[in-house]
């Protein structure tokens, strides 16, 4: 959590900024103001950032961009930074690319959004966005995982599998042993993809539900409490309760609220809210704080 402010940062919330760490990929969704300072103090470097993800071109959301992107080229990041973002808003985004002079060394590949489905595929699963309901045009983003399988050591060693056998069957789906063949599917058990989803400014509305269906782990705003309710709608934007019943409802794991207002002073009013509507993991994101994907759910092995 690199910064959990709405529109106004605070003395403990910096703008938003939020970097997924995915295996070899470094997801950095809505570098606001003094990111590139957050990822310093998160001991992150912004070589681990493998892609820029933006939602829209509210300042809270995009204003760390110049910043992000010239340290790209400072620090000779020699990998490409593909950058996806609402396609109405590529002239801002293109204002923000070259919003100063600087030796410009940073690959920075522009793919813009403009209809829902995916945006990038990768060892990594599939990056997808969708539509959200907002005052300006803004998206949300979900990563989803392909399902595999993985060993059970146990069944293993009941077929007597073990050493370079294990990785002969890995490639190929099947090995010798013990004088018959033995399948793939005899020694594993099921692996699903696990899901991340990302949804900030939004109204409620079917893509915050598409989005957030089965995630492991769901980042979502909650700029209001229920009492300013109407603020809410009239903003385009969510309450604590509102995040927390989506949750609910889409079998979320583990929920993370965060792009609070800054009328609120008091944060676990937030959490009491939302553990009114949703009896699972609730975290209220905190500047420079680690939140992991739940662990895998194992399926349980009979015999």
Not at 99 to 121: K, M, N, Q, R, Y
Not at 254 to 272: E, G, I, K, N, W
Request: net charge negative; aromatic share 8%.
């Amino acid at each position: 959590m690199l910064g959990t402010a709405a529109q106004v940062p605070t003395r403990r919330r910096n703008h938003n900024g939020y970097l997924l760490r995915w295996d070899g990929e470094g997801l950095l969704f809505d570098p606001g103001e003094g990111t590139q300072r957050q990822l310093l103090l998160a001991g992150a470097p912004v070589s681990s950032v493998t892609r820029l993800c933006l939602t829209h071109f509210h300042g809270d959301h995009c204003l760390g961009v110049p910043g992000i992107v010239q340290r790209l080229s400072l620090d000779g990041v020699a990998h490409p930074v593909p950058a996806y973002f609402p396609a109405s808003g590529h002239e801002f985004f293109a204002r923000l690319r070259h919003a100063c002079i600087f030796h410009d060394l940073a690959d920075v590949p522009e793919e813009p959004v403009a209809a829902d489905g995916w945006v990038a595929t990768g060892e990594f699963g599939v990056l997808e966005a969708r539509a959200l309901d907002h005052s300006v045009d803004a998206i949300g983003y979900r990563l989803l995982e392909p399902d595999g399988r993985r060993f059970v050591p146990k069944l293993l060693a009941r077929h007597g599998i073990a050493g370079l056998a294990v990785g002969e069957l890995q490639r190929t789906g099947r090995v010798e042993s013990r004088g018959r063949t033995v399948e793939l599917s005899e020694v594993s058990e099921p692996r699903h993809g696990q899901r991340f989803a990302f949804v900030m400014d939004t109204r409620l509305c079917d893509a915050v539900y598409a989005l957030a269906e089965g995630a492991d782990l769901l980042v979502i705003e909650a700029t209001f409490l229920d009492e300013d309710a109407d603020l809410a709608t009239r903003y385009g934007h969510l309450t604590a309760r509102q995040a927390a019943r989506v949750a609910a409802e889409c079998g979320v794991r583990r929920l993370v609220l965060t792009h609070f207002s800054q009328r609120y002073t008091d944060s676990r009013r937030f959490f009491d809210e939302a553990a009114e509507a949703f009896a699972g993991d609730i975290v209220i994101a905190e500047d420079l704080a680690r939140i992991p994907v739940p662990r895998r759910m194992s399926p349980r092995i009979v015999g």
